[in-house]
T-cell receptor, first 110, second 111 residues
Framework: QKEVEQNSGPLSVPEGAIASLNCTYSDRGSQSFFWYRQYSGKSPELIMFIYSNGDKEDGRFTAQLNKASQYVSLLIRDSQPSDSATYLC??????????FGSGTRLQVQP | DVKVTQSSRYLVKRTGEKVFLECVQDMDHENMFWYRQDPGLGLRLIYF???????EKGDIPEGYSVSREKKERFSLILESASTNQTSMYLC??????????FGDGTRLSIL
C-alpha cells in the first residue's frame, strides 16, 4: 500500500465550478499536510498547508483535514483554466522530508 | 521570497560518467532535499540533509551520494551514471518543519 494515495485523474471540471481533489495517507502519526501545484515542465509550488483537523481557507482554495479518516482534500472554487495542472498531496510522516502522492491532473474546461 | 537555484535546467551525460548536480538556497534553511520525479511514480526522495556535513538516505539512495560542505549548498552526485537515472531532479529546502520550497529542476538525460 502506498503511503500517500491520490487518484491520477484527469479530473475534468467546467470553468467556474468547484474542483475537489482528494488524498489519503496511511501513517496515523502524520502531523502536517501540504498541497503543491505543478504545471507541466515546471517544479512544484506550494499552495496550502494544514496541521489541524477541519478547514483552512485561502482565497479560492480550501484545504480540509480529517485525521480520524486519514484523508486530506483540496477544494478550488470558481475554477479557472489557469488552474489546470497536477496537484500533489504531501505528508510529513515524522521525518523532515515529505512523502508525496503521485498527483491528480486537473483540467478546467473553458 | 525563498530562492532555490539549481545549476542546470538541462543536462546530457554519458553512461559511466560522474555527474554533479548543484543546488543553492539563499534563505539560511537548515534542511535541503534531493528528489527525482518520473511519470507515474511521483516525487521520490533520494537524500536529505538537516545540517552541514549531515545527510540521511531517502527512499531511493542507490547509485547516488550527496555533499553538504556549506549550509547553502547541497550537491547530488551520480557516481557512475546509468540510463535508468534519466529523470527530472528537484532540489528543495525548508526551515525546521516548515513547507519545502523547490528549485526549477534539472532534466538529466543519460545516453
Amino acid at each position: 500500500q502506498k503511503e500517500v494515495e491520490q487518484n491520477s485523474g484527469p479530473l475534468s471540471v467546467p470553468e467556474g465550478a468547484i474542483a475537489s481533489l482528494n488524498c489519503t495517507y496511511s501513517d496515523r502519526g502524520s502531523q502536517s499536510f501540504f498541497w503543491y501545484r505543478q504545471y507541466s515542465g515546471k517544479s512544484p509550488e506550494l499552495i496550502m498547508f494544514i496541521y489541524s483537523n477541519g478547514d483552512k481557507e485561502d482565497g479560492r482554495f480550501t484545504a480540509q483535514l480529517n485525521k480520524a479518516s486519514q484523508y486530506v482534500s483540496l477544494l478550488i472554487r470558481d475554477s479557472q483554466p489557469s488552474d489546470s495542472a497536477t496537484y500533489l498531496c504531501a505528508v510529513n510522516t515524522g521525518r523532515r522530508a515529505l512523502t508525496f502522492g503521485s498527483g491528480t491532473r486537473l483540467q478546467v474546461q473553458p | 521570497d525563498v530562492k532555490v537555484t539549481q545549476s542546470s535546467r538541462y543536462l546530457v551525460k554519458r553512461t559511466g560518467e560522474k555527474v554533479f548536480l548543484e543546488c543553492v538556497q539563499d534563505m539560511d534553511h537548515e534542511n535541503m532535499f534531493w528528489y527525482r520525479q518520473d511519470p507515474g511514480l511521483g516525487l521520490r526522495l533520494i537524500y536529505f540533509s538537516y545540517d552541514v556535513k549531515m545527510k540521511e538516505k531517502g527512499d531511493i539512495p542507490e547509485g547516488y551520494s550527496v555533499s553538504r560542505e556549506k549550509k547553502e549548498r547541497f550537491s547530488l552526485i551520480l557516481e557512475s551514471a546509468s540510463t535508468n537515472q534519466t529523470s527530472m531532479y528537484l532540489c528543495a529546502s525548508s526551515l525546521s518543519w516548515q513547507p519545502q520550497h523547490f528549485g526549477d529542476g534539472t532534466r538529466l538525460s543519460i545516453l
